[in-house]
């Protein structure tokens, strides 16, 4: 570790880990309530469940983010970081303000929950994956607004590389777009049209800045590639993120109220989103493939490798399969959607930030790389995760077409949970691939215990 | 080749092209909001439906359901439940859901509403289906 307040990403990496064990057990809840309806109803009814779920999919990679930035803007702009301290502090606040979040969703029931915080101050709450009470959503604006204070003012007393300001508009823009979540008109289709602001303008805009920017200086510590060429190929892949995605926010407006224009803006635009995933992939291969320096630690490259493949699958090729209008007009809102969330998410972010994790932390425990053995089975979790989310995702595109034929595209449409009887067999396929993905992230948290003791030669 | 592509030459399309689609964006969503009036059915909205609208967010229906598309993929889409249960068929299966459940299904839990809170809700519901959505969904079961 170059600067020793680096050591602060260390709790946040530690705690996203956590939260991801948390998202993933919830997950398998969810995917069992599909197939078994009544399952620990009504003691967590399929909303609460799925709420922990998402919910602690953001917190978790927000946690990664925040690990990501501590770790890489002191050592990227060569001083200290202006505050360890508030780092650790906002760190706890988060922390707590999560899991008190986690446990209000559990133990009261939601409209007590939104009654209890002031829901009826601001109403914020009840809109899908913003279901946060207020004071949550006001803790999330203080710990990004320290956060992003602590990290601008590290980088303006030290060197201001592309790779850190990449990083910094990605992060400003999170906290910028979030403030659209305390937008609530009565007007539905206005509540609607703003709520894409913080959804669409995350994971499909700011968010990829924070993906490439990670990527771009994972590449340049393990390959050794010249500076100059890693940082112009982030340019041009954030530029196609940007001119893609920002116009590509109108595949959301096809069938919510909005004017038919965003059918030919949304399908044209969002059709490119591809592109800048495509660029991703290629960029990491070629600059694997033109290292000047062989990392000991391989397997921070293979998840490097891994999330530009799987977020192009994802978030690019799933992606495209339904963002066509015409095509749309079928699957908006099936299982098509489902099976398109789940790859993205787990290509593109859950995977960079195991990817910074893997890389960061082993410096963070006082070493270059793990030992062989544990490279071994970090592999073997990359490998688990990574196939069981692929098996999951077809299962649930199998799911969504059949769904689409039986529901939405016959000339006798059947209801809707008939149709959902009728493809049950899928829902099981994927509980199972579930479980798989659970068991790779068993195999990767131990990972972290074995083996420590082995020197590594770098 | 590569060597007249720089990296600032880069950085300058990365900040004009993003300030420009933005820009864009900017337009085209004005331009909505000038025709949102005809599409979203504003000047109907009462406090209602407003009413009911908040109903449907505290109680987390988002969870289960989608609206317009939008939503979770557990429960039936509810954009255009009207035309599928009419109004009474509506408050009838909401006030009917058993609290524990119904033993190997999926089943909606029991809210315990007031007739006035069915009321609203089914009025927010009629008030949804109202909307211009270029006619999503396809058919009448969502």
């Known amino acids: 570790m170059q600067y020793k307040s680096q050591a602060v990403a260390k709790p946040y990496f530690i705690a996203a880990i956590g939260l991801f064990v948390g998202q993933i057990l919830f997950g398998l809840i969810l995917g069992l309530q599909y197939v078994l309806g009544d399952f620990l109803f009504p003691a967590i009814p399929f909303n609460v469940a799925r709420m922990v779920h998402t919910n602690l999919l953001i917190v978790w990679l927000l946690f990664g983010f925040m690990g990501g930035a501590y770790y890489m803007i002191p050592e990227e702009s060569e001083t200290e970081l202006f505050s360890p301290k508030l780092a650790l502090i906002l760190f706890w606040t988060f922390l707590v303000a999560g899991a008190l979040t986690i446990v209000g969703y559990l133990l009261v029931p939601y409209a007590t929950l939104a009654e209890m915080t002031g829901n009826n101050l601001v109403e914020t709450m009840g809109r899908e994956f913003l279901e946060q009470p207020l004071p949550t ?4 604006v203080v710990v990004a607004l320290g956060f992003l204070f602590n990290l601008t003012m590290t980088m303006l007393k030290g060197k201001k590389t592309a790779i850190s300001m990449v990083l910094m508009i990605g992060l400003w823009g999170l906290a910028v777009f979030f403030l659209f979540s305390f937008y609530n008109p009565v007007n539905v289709v206005l509540d609607k049209f703003f709520w894409w602001w913080t959804v669409h303008l995350w994971v499909e805009g700011v968010w990829e800045l924070i993906l490439g920017s990670f ?4 590449l340049i510590k393990t390959t050794g590639v010249d500076r100059e060429v890693i940082e112009k190929w982030l340019y041009v892949i954030v530029t196609l993120t940007l001119i893609t995605g920002i116009i590509g926010t109108g595949h959301h407006y096809f069938w919510i109220g909005t004017p038919e224009y965003w059918q030919w803006w949304g399908s044209i635009f969002s059709a490119l989103e591809p592109i800048p995933f495509f660029a991703m992939t290629v960029f990491a291969f070629n ?23 799987m977020a ?37 972010y859950a995977m960079v930030n195991l990817m910074m994790i893997s890389y960061a932390m082993p410096i963070l425990r006082g070493r270059a790389a793990n030992s062989n053995k544990s ?12 196939v069981a989310i692929v098996f999951i995702t077809l299962f649930l595109t199998a799911a969504g077409i059949l769904q689409v034929w039986l529901q939405r595209a016959s000339d006798t449409p059947l209801p809707f949970m008939v149709a959902q009887d009728k493809i049950a067999i899928f829902y099981w396929m994927r509980e199972w691939a579930g479980v798989f993905f659970l068991i790779g992230l068993i195999v990767y948290i131990v990972s972290f215990f074995v083996g420590g003791d082995e020197k590594e030669t770098a | 080749m590569s060597g007249a592509f720089t990296k600032s030459m880069a950085r300058n399309i990365f900040y004009g092209g993003t300030v420009f689609f933005f820009l864009l964006f900017l337009a085209l969503s004005f331009d909505t909001h000038t025709q949102l009036p005809k599409r979203d059915m504003r000047a109907n909205i009462t406090p209602q439906i407003a009413e009911g609208k ?3 967010e ?11 598309g939008e939503g979770a993929y557990f429960a039936p889409e509810l954009g255009n439940v009207i035309v599928r249960y009419g109004e009474e068929g509506t408050k009838a299966f ?25 009321n609203a809700i089914v009025a927010f519901l009629k008030h949804v289906n109202s909307i211009n959505t270029n006619n999503w969904p396809p058919n009448s079961q969502g």
């Open chain 1, 375 to 386: 490279q071994v089975l970090e592999m073997w979790s990359f490998w688990l995760m990574t």
């Open chain 1, 312 to 348: 192009f699958l994802g978030a690019g090729v799933w992606g495209f399969l339904h963002t066509l209008a015409p095509v749309n007009y079928y699957t908006h809102g099936t299982q098509i959607t489902a099976a398109h969330g789940h790859m993205a998410f787990y290509g593109a």
């Open chain 1, 287 to 309: 600059m694997v493939n033109r290292r000047r320096r062989e990392h000991p630690n391989k397997a921070a490259v293979l998840w490097a490798l891994g999330t530009g493949v």
């Open chain 2, 94 to 118: 909401i006030q009917a859901r058993p609290k524990e459940g119904i033993p190997g299904r999926r089943s909606m839990p029991q809210f315990n509403f007031t007739d006035d809170q069915l």
């Open chain 2, 54 to 56: 908040k109903l449907w």
């Open chain 2, 58 to 68: 505290v109680n987390n229906c988002i969870g289960c359901h989608t609206l317009l």
């Open chain 1, 137 to 140: 959503k006001l803790g999330i």
């Open chain 1, 215 to 218: 990527l771009a200086f994972v």
